[in-house]
């Protein structure tokens, strides 16, 4: 049985960033080795996960997609004094970063360093006074420049340093929680199937590149095929400043949501499923695209019936993310317990468009 905390803490303390996920993806392999039939990595590096159903002949097949890519920086340049430039790997917000520690990534090694701020009155005029743009931050390493430059080179990865830590009300902080908290509630999901019977095919994928490229969820669904695609993300949890319709509150339940990248058949029998287990959950509504992999799963080969379910997290794509350990296991239950209950001739009786009398 899978034991949440520790594997969840396991892997926000690897780097991955987008577009090199290889320490996530061999943390993950291992965790779902002993709960799948088979693993195997795409040309992209997504893994992909498969746990046969009992049905009979060519069993329909649905994808659990989370991301495991994460966001941080990389090395642009290096300047006389042998201080590093950087530049974001997707969407951070440089007023996070003074002060933050972070390991680089360079060819002999892993280096610690700490992002530095420039004294206010040495910025430029018209940057005085506000917080600090991503353009005037540096690296700092502590070695001498001839040092730095032997071995740092410009394309060298930046990872966020900071350790997990567990607060009260069973909750976790820490970075990359978006979106490796899902990558961990499809682990439960898959941990509980291996004790439940399922007549579909269950596949799972770690996806790459979600923060800058979709390119997992593009190329994943061409590879399996599947009748049926969920993606599983995080959303804004409530917290200062962020309270209102786009929030969910933490600790109550994941959230599904409802939008143009989500089948009603398929949220409808989420609703449901959630309601029959007794599962706390919130609806959300994203008016426009969700932000996650369903953008792209949904419009591959002739179109894919997609759902999105989120857990809530406050500070997303910060350094100190904050999850609360409950929502994931409920997540992980939810999935298991919609997959258990998916009879084979689901797509032809429930999943259809229901037009407006």
């Known amino acids: 049985m899978i034991e949440l905390k520790p594997f969840l803490k396991q892997l926000i303390s690897l780097p991955g960033l987008s577009g090199h996920e290889g320490p996530a993806r061999e943390a993950i392999a291992a965790a779902w ?22 049905g009979p002949g060519e069993r329909p097949r649905i994808l659990l997609a989370a991301h495991m890519d994460a966001i941080g920086l990389i090395v642009t340049n ?61 690296v700092d390493t502590g070695l001498p420049p001839d040092e730095v430059h032997r071995r740092v080179r410009a394309g060298d990865l930046v990872s966020f340093g900071t350790e997990p ?105 989420f609703k449901e499923t959630a309601e029959r287990a007794e599962l706390p959950y919130t609806v959300t509504v994203y008016p426009s695209g969700s932000g996650t992999d369903a953008m792209g799963m949904q419009i591959v080969n002739e179109g894919i019936p997609t759902m999105v379910v989120s857990i809530p997290l406050r500070y997303m794509h910060t350094p100190v993310e904050l999850i609360s350990l409950k929502d994931i296991a409920r997540t992980g239950r939810l999935l298991a317990e919609f997959i258990a209950g998916l009879e084979l001739d689901f797509v032809e009786k429930k999943l259809r468009w229901e037009e407006e009398a």
């Open 33 to 54: 080795k002993p709960l799948v039939d088979d693993l195997s990595v795409s040309p992209l590096g997504s893994l992909h996960a498969l746990k046969r159903g009992s």
């Open 78 to 138: 290096i300047t006389p004094e042998g201080l590093l430039g950087i530049t974001e790997i997707g969407g951070v917000d440089p007023r996070i970063l003074p002060a933050m520690p972070v390991m680089v990534h360079t060819r002999s090694g892993d280096l610690p360093g700490v992002v530095a701020q420039p004294p206010d009155r040495l910025l430029p005029p018209n940057a005085r006074s506000k917080p600090v743009q991503l353009e005037h931050l540096l």
């Open 165 to 269: 830590l567990e607060l009260a009300g069973d909750t976790l902080v820490g970075h990359s929680l978006d979106d490796r908290a899902a990558v961990a509630a499809v682990t439960v999901c898959l941990d509980e199937l291996s004790r439940r019977a399922h007549v579909w095919d269950v596949w799972a994928a770690a996806t790459v590149q979600e923060e800058e490229t979709l390119g997992g969820a593009f190329t994943s669904p061409y590879a399996i095929r599947p009748q049926i695609a969920v993606a599983i993300d995080v959303t804004h949890a409530k917290g200062p400043g962020a309270s209102d319709w786009r929030t969910a509150p933490l600790g109550k339940g994941f959230t599904l949501d409802w939008g143009p990248n989500t089948h009603p058949a398929l949220f409808n029998a």
